[in-house]
């Protein structure tokens, strides 16, 4: 199967400052990229579709102003996470499809904010 | 729109039971479905996947069929491992590029030897 890479996978930052998680396809291009969000026990929440070149689409109800997303290119799309609180503490998980051959997303191995 | 319902857990059993965690979809045309696995602290991996109705994925001694007339894909283990313990997510695609698979919440296995 294609590799995703995620990183870093855990961090713990001070409240108020921002954190940026990446997201690598490393075998293969990824024109869309997903972000989720993970609570505790809980199942996977789509937050935002990244594409390469153009601006990200956000799942209602997400702050496009508080997690920015970048595809820069079509093997890397970052989420930063702004001005953290600690209720943005949580599992963030990115996944990416390759562009053609495949019907599975792949997933990085997630990333543990803890905002203090 | 497109949904995934899959059993609630958690589910407890012991080492070499049989396994068996409900999934059924709703979805418009003929979407590919998918079972995931999480181990704690990690991100989701691939476990299985079909493509058409009457398909049967495997791996690992893992089980699902592709059930378009139930709108099915259960998942199913003859004997479970200790090490099976982890959550499971069914999950669909539309196939449609750029668009995100849609998973169920998730079902807790817990083996105990």
């Known amino acids: 199967g294609a590799v995703v890479s995620q990183h870093p996978s855990r961090v713990i930052c001070k409240s108020g400052t921002s954190v940026k998680i990446e997201c690598r396809s490393l075998d293969f291009q990824a024109t869309t990229m997903f972000w989720y969000r993970q609570f505790p026990k809980q199942s996977l929440m789509l937050m935002a579709t990244s594409n390469e070149g153009s601006k990200a689409t956000y799942e209602q109800g997400v702050e496009k102003d508080k997690f920015l997303i970048n595809h820069a290119s079509l093997t890397l799309s970052t989420l930063t996470v702004t001005s953290a609180h600690p209720e943005d503490s949580s599992f963030y998980i990115c996944?990416?499809?390759?562009?053609?051959?495949?019907?599975?997303?792949?997933f990085g191995q997630g990333t543990r904010l803890t905002v203090v | 729109g497109n949904s995934v319902t899959q059993m609630e857990g958690p589910v407890t059993l012991s080492e070499e039971a049989f396994l068996t965690i409900n999934c059924t979809y709703t979805?418009?045309?003929?979407?590919?479905l998918f079972w995931y696995v999480q181990y704690p602290g990690e991100g989701l991996q691939l476990l299985l996947k079909?493509?058409?109705?009457?398909d049967k994925g495997s791996n690992k001694g893992f089980e699902a069929t592709y059930r378009k007339e139930t709108t099915s894909f259960h998942l199913e283990k003859g004997s479970v491992q200790v090490s099976d313990s982890a959550v499971y997510f069914c999950a669909l695609s539309s196939n449609q590029a750029g668009t995100a698979l849609i998973f169920g919440k998730g079902t807790t296995l817990s083996v105990s030897s």
């Open positions: 979805a418009t045309g003929y979407p590919s």
């Open positions: 996944s990416a499809r390759p562009r053609t051959g495949w019907v599975e997303a792949f």
């Open positions: 079909a493509t058409k109705a009457d």
